[in-house]
């Protein structure tokens, strides 16, 4: 790769080391990509194929969505990766190392101050805002697979709006668990009309896809299908009347900020049991930290926790 | 009065409702090979038609094509639906069509495993027509699932074993609740008890019986078990050859056979 | 005073029935040819003749499960008149349904069906509730001696001699303006007989016109007012 020499190598380690295009993908597969993004967000929750690429990954690295992102992004944006929540697990540091690379681009872990946003499991836990553009990686874009093996027929129920069998499937966890044990990959209703995998992201995050400013594209690399909820559409999550969709909720708050609303990954911290947990957006709880430390310090009220402690327990978690 | 002018007469019993399914001058060949020819019959609200013949006498082919699962070579088929609207089956949209299917009608396979989903539970089998209709309370599902249980004669603490672990005789009454939930006017049955033991067969068929009278089905039936066809059809349509050699009452084609084939069918696999 | 009443319930005119066997060489069997019968209400006509001469056959023809080949059967059914020899199954269902009941030798058993809720059966097929349906069948069926042991037991387990029975009281247990009866009284011992035959004459008050094979003199002599003697071929 260093073979290749050109005069702005070296002079920024942001700068393509070789002479590829923008991004990665060359114009033509970027502008095929596009026409598929637009006809995803003209119809909401409806599953897009595109003649995805090979890329220096394997399928399940989150293909698709760097194909989404490498189409939308732009040079000036900047660009933030999300694994599990966390932005420095080995997934989210070489797809945004990849992009730094192929692009050019500025690379974030703060979630207010990125334009893309590309998570495998997680949406962040600080509201989207408007002009931001959340990229889903996701494995098995089919809903219905579950309970239907055939693509031809998936196809035919989507087009006929004959979504019985998502409910099957529920119905199926409350006779099983007492309750609808799905957590994750939770199915979506979009816009009144297509039935919606979320990826792989935990049904507490669900409630956050309704009525985001943000535009939400999904991206399955293997399966070659692209799908959108454009900005301010409603998502609602499946569910009986008699056993309303809930998110999950802890019993104790996230160990190191001290967060009761967010989303908690349990740690196993030892050999004899002990367990915490704590937040699984890394960004959100170092955001929270950093403001109490601040208050605390000022208060003069001692030791809170400290930086040390934070970046222990993430290491451990990248475990 | 001339016989052919009574008979007109009485075709149209008063206060009755027209026929359900009208088929006339089916054909189906696949590719050079013959299906079936020339297949007329009406079918009236209520009514068990039993169709008989051996295998690869085209019993099938006509029960496929009158569900609409392919078109005919030629041929009509006009059902009239619940709202008294008459559809021809073959020009209906995907999407009509399989409304219909899912409530209107019914279809119970020979094999259970190709009418049920094995990996669902019985509770999920019996329930997805409803939720397919819209019902969006669990309890209620659930509830309907229990009654639907009873009926076919499965105890209620299997409501949420899967069918694969249900013996042969339950997989077939467990089928035959799922398609009757929804309250379907017109079920096709493709020898319900085809693959049956003899002592498991006599229970499904008096249940099949006591559920059709209950409930005013009207039925297509396929046997090639003339004594299934004579305790559940009213009316039968012998086939040979792709072709309708002889039909009527039902008691009448098999205790006076007038067609050659139908005699030899008759002595040959009713004894007694 | 109906002005109908004294008209015929069943009228056969012409009636022949031949039987070809295919399966034998195409053999022929004539059971009868060009008969001629009149019934009216309250009537019980005695079908009369040495066996082979085709009673049965005729029986069997009225009630339209023999195929005639030619001749008509035209039975007044409700307001209309019906000829069981052309008329469509429905047609002839329907004739059966409500105007014409038939009590033939055999008892056709219905698997796992209890003897109680066969009689019963053909109540609640007219509407009658389930309940009042069994209260009335277990009434003929005590009538009939049918220990109450046996009611909710299915019949194919039953003697020769129970199964008739059972198979009377389905018969009986409500109004057919046309009654068919092959051998009721058959295997049926004295005291039986006699309830029979004042089922028949029941019946018969009751404005139902009767034809029947009734091999004992005694019984035939008890109900019949006609006799139609049928000669063997």
New interface residues.
């Given amino acids: 790769m260093t073979t290749t020499v050109n005069s702005a190598d070296g002079a920024s380690s942001n700068q393509p080391s070789v002479a590829y295009n923008f991004a990665y993908l060359d114009e033509q597969t970027k502008r095929m990509i596009r026409r598929s993004i637009l006809k995803a967000v003209a119809l909401p929750g409806y599953q897009v194929p595109f003649g995805g690429r090979e890329m220096p990954m394997p399928y399940g690295w989150g293909t698709g969505g760097i194909q989404v992102s490498a189409s939308v992004l732009g040079k000036h944006d900047v660009f933030k990766v999300i694994d599990q929540g966390s932005d420095d697990t080995t997934n989210a540091v070489s797809i945004r190392s990849f992009f730094a690379r192929v692009a050019g681009v500025r690379t974030t872990t703060d979630t207010e101050e990125a334009d893309i946003i590309q998570t495998r499991h997680r949406i962040p836990e600080q509201p989207l805002r408007e002009g931001q553009i959340m990229v889903y990686q996701v494995p098995i874009p089919e809903p219905l697979r579950w309970?239907e093996p055939s693509e031809a027929e998936t196809r035919?129920l989507h087009a006929?709006e004959?979504y019985?069998?998502m409910?099957?499937k529920l119905?199926?966890d409350?006779?099983?668990h007492g309750e609808i044990a799905t957590s994750f990959d939770y199915p979506v209703l979009v816009n009144g009309r297509y039935v919606m995998s979320p990826s792989p992201l935990p049904k507490f995050d669900n409630p956050k896809m309704n009525q985001c400013p943000a535009l939400q594209l999904f991206g399955a690399g293997r399966e070659k299908r692209i799908y959108a909820i454009p900005p301010y559409t409603t998502v609602k999550s499946l569910?009986?009347?008699?056993?309303p969709f809930a998110v999950q909720q802890w019993n104790e708050p996230c160990a190191i900020c001290g967060a009761t609303d967010s989303y908690l990954d349990e740690i196993i911290t030892d050999d004899a049991g002990g367990r915490m947990f704590v937040c699984s957006d890394t960004d959100h709880c170092f955001k929270r930290v950093a403001g109490q430390s601040l208050s605390a310090a000022s208060d003069e009220e001692g030791e809170f926790f400290t930086t040390e402690v934070d970046s222990s327990v993430h290491e451990r978690r990248k475990k | 009065m001339m016989p052919d002018e009574i008979s007109r007469r009485t075709e149209a019993l008063p206060g009755e409702e027209p026929a359900l399914l009208q088929v006339e001058g089916l054909s189906h060949y696949y590719g050079e090979r013959l299906g079936c020819r020339d297949i007329s019959f009406d079918l009236w609200p209520g009514e068990v038609l039993g169709i008989v013949g051996e295998s690869g006498s085209g019993k099938s082919t006509l029960l496929n094509l009158l569900a609409g699962r392919f078109p005919p070579s030629s041929g009509t088929i006009r059902y009239r639906d619940a709202e008294g609207l008459t559809h021809d089956i073959n020009s209906l949209s995907?999407?009509v069509r399989?409304r219909i299917l899912?409530t209107e009608w019914g279809f119970v396979h020979q094999h259970p495993r190709d009418g049920l989903?094995m990996r669902?539970?019985a509770?999920?089998n019996i329930?997805?027509?409803l939720?397919?209709?819209g019902s969006?309370?669990?309890?209620n599902?659930?509830s309907t699932a229990l009654d639907w249980l009873e009926r076919v004669e499965i105890a209620a603490d299997r409501?949420?074993d899967r069918p694969t672990a249900y013996s042969g005789g339950m997989q077939q009454r467990l089928q035959i609740a799922r398609n009757l939930v929804s309250g379907p006017r017109l079920v096709f049955m493709d020898e319900p008890t085809g693959g049956l033991d003899v002592s498991v067969q006599a229970k499904l068929l008096d249940l099949l019986r006591q559920l059709v009278r209950g409930l005013g089905l009207s039925v297509v039936l396929v046997t090639h078990d003339l004594a299934v066809a004579r305790l559940l059809a009213h009316r039968l349509i012998v086939m040979r050859r792709g072709e309708v050699v002889e039909s009527g009452l039902s008691d009448q084609v098999l205790d006076d056979p007038h067609h050659p084939y139908t005699q030899l069918l008759v002595s040959s696999i009713l004894q007694g | 005073m109906d002005t109908t009443v004294n008209e015929p319930v069943l009228s056969v005119r012409g009636l022949s029935k031949s039987f070809t066997l295919h399966t034998q060489g195409g053999t022929v069997i004539e059971a009868f040819a060009d008969l001629d019968i009149a019934v009216r209400p309250g009537e019980c006509l005695a079908l009369h003749g040495p066996s082979g001469a085709g009673k049965s056959t005729l029986l069997r023809a009225l009630y339209a499960n023999y195929k005639p080949c030619s001749g008509s059967i035209i039975v007044k059914h409700g307001n209309s008149q019906v000829d069981m020899a052309t008329a469509s199954p429905r047609a002839v269902l329907s004739v059966r349904h409500s105007t014409m009941g038939y009590v033939s030798q055999f008892l056709r058993v219905i698997p796992r069906v209890s003897c109680l809720d066969i009689v019963a059966e053909r109540l609640s097929l007219h509407g009658e509730k389930d309940d009042a349906a069994r209260e009335k069948a277990g009434e003929l069926l005590a009538r009939l001696r049918i220990p109450k042991g046996l009611w909710n037991l299915a019949p194919a387990t039953f003697s020769g001699g129970e199964q008739q029975r059972v198979n009377i009281a389905r018969g009986f247990i409500r109004h057919y303006p046309i009654l068919l009866l092959d051998e009721p009284t058959a295997s049926l011992d004295a005291a039986n007989r006699e309830t029979v035959v004042a089922l028949i004459r029941e019946a018969r008050s009751a404005g139902s016109a009767v034809i029947g094979i009734f091999h004992d003199e005694a019984v035939r002599d008890a109900v019949a007012d006609r006799v139609f003697t049928l000669r063997p071929h």
């Fill in positions: 309970m035919t006929l004959e019985g069998v409910h099957v119905y199926e409350i006779a099983r569910d009986f009347e008699d056993h | 995907e999407a399989r899912r989903r669902v539970s509770g999920g329930g997805e027509r939720m397919a209709c969006r309370h669990y309890g599902i659930r409501i949420d």
